[in-house]
Nanobody, 125 residues
Framework: QVQLVESGGGSVQAGGSLKLSCTTS????????MGWFRQGPGKEREFVAA????????LAADSVKGRFTISRDSAQNTLYLEMTSLEPEDTAVYYC??????????????????WGQGTQVTVSS
């Protein structure tokens, strides 16, 4: 069974940076894609960014373009999210997710079959 574990969350001031990691275990093959989602206080979970594992193609939400970068290390089976110029609106629990199926809509959370437990990111003004 695939397990995803996020790390790297914390508290920073606005304008600061954080790098999240998501390690995977229990996997015998590469996923088709992995992504980051977040859920802010009182909000629904939303898409942040995704990457197709083999080709490295990326997709990002408009709200984070130019500030967040998704990447992966295939040898380490690890997904990253580098976040810069953080804003208070970025405060949320960040989740990584994975799918083995060839999906079209990488921004849709129902396309993903494995999820981590989340890591808290808090940005103060």
């Amino acid at each position: 069974q695939v397990q995803l574990v996020e790390s790297g969350g914390g508290s920073v001031q606005a304008g600061g940076s954080l790098k999240l990691s998501c390690t995977t275990s229990g996997r015998t093959n590469s996923p088709y894609a992995m992504g980051w989602f977040r859920q802010g206080p009182g909000k629904e979970r939303e898409f942040v960014a995704a990457i197709t594992w083999i080709t490295g193609s990326t997709l990002a939400a408009d709200s984070v373009k130019g500030r967040f970068t998704i990447s992966r290390d295939s040898a380490q089976n690890t997904l990253y999210l580098e976040m810069t110029s953080l804003e208070p609106e970025d405060t949320a629990v960040y989740y990584c997710a994975a799918t083995d199926s060839l999906v079209v809509f990488l921004a849709m959370e129902n396309q993903y079959t494995a999820w981590g437990q989340g890591t808290q990111v808090t940005v103060s003004s």
